[in-house]
């Protein structure tokens, strides 16, 4: 669902739409010839994506967790990107350098008290008139009600739209719209999910026995025939660079 309208909402709609999100990030942005800046990468499976489908003219892929990123720097086959380890808070790009920024599930990742600051970077590096594509899990939905056990991130969520409208009434930026959709996730196990989830690298989590007893009941009650689904709400807001 749309929100054309310039104003910003937080949760939106009850969305049942079950989209891959490349396909939004493809009809709302000008991808091809483009320079393109994603922000918190990870394992860059997003990355790859854009760079095969589309004729991007680069993409420089940053991450800060050291780990993903050594990781990142074995893949092979990959000529258009070059990954490289900074936040988003501190860009080591030149001024007016890209098109396009992206950050996916990232924006929350970054320290509260930085999220101005990251903001900020991403007026510098973007071209007068470049885009912002920000992908933002909202703050619902059967996923985060296993999660929120160990890891409530209610408040940085929060925090990182109230960033973008911060950034948005300051006139950094237009909101040129806003995008809810839910995007499906599947898992095998509780095995998978405590080695994609609970143990990643970029967050340490500390889980006692009872504490991880909660968490795979949680996560068993969304047993299906298709394994454990997870239909995820997600927002995004595409904003443009004011001059």
């Not at 050594?70 to 790009?93: H, P, V």
Request: aromatic content about 8%; proline content about 3%.
């Amino acid at each position: 669902m749309n929100n054309l309208s310039g104003s910003m909402s937080l949760v939106g709609p009850d969305v049942q739409d079950v989209i891959d999100e490349s396909a939004v990030l493809e009809r709302m942005l000008p991808i091809d010839g483009a320079r393109v800046l994603e922000l918190g990468c990870g394992a860059a499976e997003k990355t790859q994506i854009l760079a095969e489908r589309k004729d991007v003219a680069a993409i420089v892929a940053a991450e800060v967790d050291t780990v993903q990123h050594s990781k990142n720097l074995d893949l092979t086959g990959l000529d258009k990107i070059s990954f490289k380890s900074y936040g988003a808070e501190n860009i080591q790009e030149p001024d007016a350098s890209f098109d396009i920024v992206l950050m996916f599930k990232s924006l929350h990742h970054v320290p509260l008290e930085n999220m101005d600051d990251a903001l900020m970077e991403i007026h510098r590096v973007l071209k007068p008139g470049g885009f912002a594509y920000i992908s933002e899990p909202v703050f619902a939905g059967a996923f985060n009600e296993v999660m929120r056990v160990y890891h409530d991130e209610e408040d940085v969520r929060r925090g990182a739209f109230e960033a973008m409208q911060r950034a948005v009434s300051e006139r950094l930026f237009d909101l040129r719209e806003e995008y809810f959709f839910r995007n499906r996730i599947r898992m095998e196990s509780w095995e998978q999910y405590k080695q994609n989830i609970i143990n990643v690298t970029y967050t340490e989590h500390r889980l006692d026995p009872a504490l991880l007893a909660e968490v795979e009941r949680r996560f068993y009650a969304n047993r299906s025939s298709e394994g454990f689904v997870f239909e995820i709400p997600n927002r995004v807001d595409l904003l443009v660079r004011l001059s």
